[in-house]
Nanobody, 119 residues
Framework: QVQLVESGGGLVQAGGSLRLSCAASGRTFTNYRMGWFRQAPGKEREFVASISWGDSSTSYADSVTGRFTISRDNAKNTMYLQMNSLKPEDTATYYC????????????WGQGTQVTVSS
């Protein structure tokens, strides 16, 4: 069974840091693009960052560029999102997702982990 499980969320003050983890199981996700998305109450789910499997090419939303860093450890089937200089507007449920190389969309999603940034 394919499963993605996020962890590392919590409550942090503005300016602080958190590191999210996404553990994958059921398959190796070889050649998959892995991504982080987030959704705040009353807002649409938005893209945060993504990373390729082979060359670790990364992409970031403008709102997090320079503050967040995405990485992955293929041997451990784990992806990370290091979040620094957190702002209250970063408050959201963060989701891990995986996109097969043959798919135009992310097909696999985790249940999400809550990140709350206080002012």
């Amino acid at each position: 069974q394919v499963q993605l499980v996020e962890s590392g969320g919590g409550l942090v003050q503005a300016g602080g840091s958190l590191r999210l983890s996404c553990a994958a199981s059921g398959r190796t996700f070889t050649n998959y693009r892995m991504g982080w998305f987030r959704q705040a109450p009353g807002k649409e789910r938005e893209f945060v960052a993504s990373i390729s499997w082979g060359d670790s090419s990364t992409s970031y939303a403008d709102s997090v560029t320079g503050r967040f860093t995405i990485s992955r450890d293929n041997a451990k089937n784990t992806m990370y999102l290091q979040m620094n200089s957190l702002k209250p507007e970063d408050t959201a449920t963060y989701y891990c997702a995986a996109k097969p190389p043959s798919s135009a969309k992310y097909n696999y999603w985790g249940q999400g982990t809550q990140v709350t940034v206080s002012s």
